[in-house]
Structure formats: structure tokens, C-alpha cells
């Protein structure tokens, strides 16, 4: 045995009150983090059993807006075959095609001598001052 395998007093009487005061302080935090996981989970269960609550009213609201916005289109497709008897009842005769063929050629001529114009002042004038450069091309 002349390996130190015996404590002394003092050695084991620190040794005694480390452990003393440890138990003690690792059950109180044991108990204090349960508590507070507890109550964390509680709280997550309320705010997803308010939040299942509150996203069923927003489906029943939705639902109801719906069968309200099918209502007013059945309204709609039912009243169709009248409306549309009346437009047929008030619409006029179409355009004889000559004035049709009058209106397109009007266009045209109007467009054309937009296009001269508008392409006659983007041109640069000519300048009164003879070229700097002779023009001539000499071999």
C-alpha cells in the first residue's frame, strides 16, 4: 500500500462538505429548470390552442365570404340572358365597310404627313460655309 490511496481528516472532511453542499444546490436547480420548462410548455400549448382558435374563426369568416361572393355571381349568371338581350335589342347597326375603308385611308394620310414632317426636322440644314475639306477623292 504505498500507494495514497487513504485520506487524511482533512482531506476528507472538505471533501465531505463539497459534496454536502452541492447536493443541495444541483436539486434546487434541477427543480427550478423543471418549473420553468413546465411553464414554458404550458404557455406554448395556450398560444397554439389560441392560435387554432383564431385561425378557425378567419376559415368561418372566409367561408362565409365566399358563399356570399357565390351568391352575388349566381345573381349575375341568372340576370345574364336578360342583359344581354337588351344590348343585342340596343345595339346599333355596325358601319357600312366604305366608311370603315374612308376612316383607315384618312389615318394613313394623316400618319404619312406626321412622318414627313416629323422626318424633315430631325434633318441637320445645310451649312452656308464652304466644306473645310476638300471633297474631291484624289488616287
Same mark, same amino acid.
Given at each position: 500500500?504505498?500507494?495514497?490511496?487513504?485520506?487524511?481528516?482533512?482531506?476528507?472532511?472538505s471533501r465531505g462538505l463539497q459534496y454536502t453542499a452541492v447536493g443541495?444546490?444541483? /436539486? &434546487?436547480?434541477?427543480?427550478? !429548470? #423543471? $418549473?420553468?420548462?413546465?411553464?414554458?410548455?404550458?404557455?406554448?400549448?395556450?398560444?397554439?390552442?389560441?392560435?387554432?382558435?383564431?385561425?378557425?374563426?378567419d376559415v368561418q369568416r372566409a367561408q362565409e365570404a365566399l358563399a356570399?361572393?357565390?351568391?352575388?355571381?349566381?345573381?349575375? /349568371? &341568372?340576370?345574364?340572358?336578360? !342583359? #344581354? $338581350?337588351?344590348?343585342?335589342?340596343?345595339?346599333?347597326?355596325?358601319?357600312?365597310?366604305?366608311?370603315?375603308?374612308?376612316?383607315?385611308?384618312?389615318?394613313?394620310?394623316?400618319g404619312g404627313a406626321a412622318f414627313s414632317i416629323i422626318r424633315r426636322?430631325?434633318?441637320?440644314?445645310?451649312?452656308?460655309?464652304?466644306?473645310?475639306?476638300?471633297?474631291?477623292?484624289?488616287?
Amino acid at each position: 500500500m504505498g500507494a495514497k490511496n487513504s485520506l487524511t481528516p482533512r482531506e476528507r472532511l472538505s471533501r465531505g462538505l463539497q459534496y454536502t453542499a452541492v447536493g443541495p444546490v444541483d /436539486v &434546487t436547480r434541477g427543480l427550478v !429548470a #423543471l $418549473g420553468a420548462h413546465s411553464a414554458q410548455s404550458g404557455a406554448s400549448s395556450l398560444r397554439r390552442r389560441y392560435q387554432e382558435g383564431r385561425l378557425a374563426r378567419d376559415v368561418q369568416r372566409a367561408q362565409e365570404a365566399l358563399a356570399r361572393e357565390l351568391a352575388a355571381a349566381q345573381e349575375v /349568371v &341568372t340576370g345574364l340572358p336578360e !342583359a #344581354l $338581350g337588351k344590348a343585342r335589342r340596343s345595339q346599333r347597326r355596325k358601319p357600312r365597310p366604305w366608311v370603315l375603308a374612308g376612316t383607315a385611308v384618312a389615318v394613313l394620310a394623316v400618319g404619312g404627313a406626321a412622318f414627313s414632317i416629323i422626318r424633315r426636322s430631325t434633318q441637320p440644314e445645310p451649312s452656308p460655309l464652304p466644306p473645310s475639306v476638300d471633297v474631291d477623292h484624289r488616287p
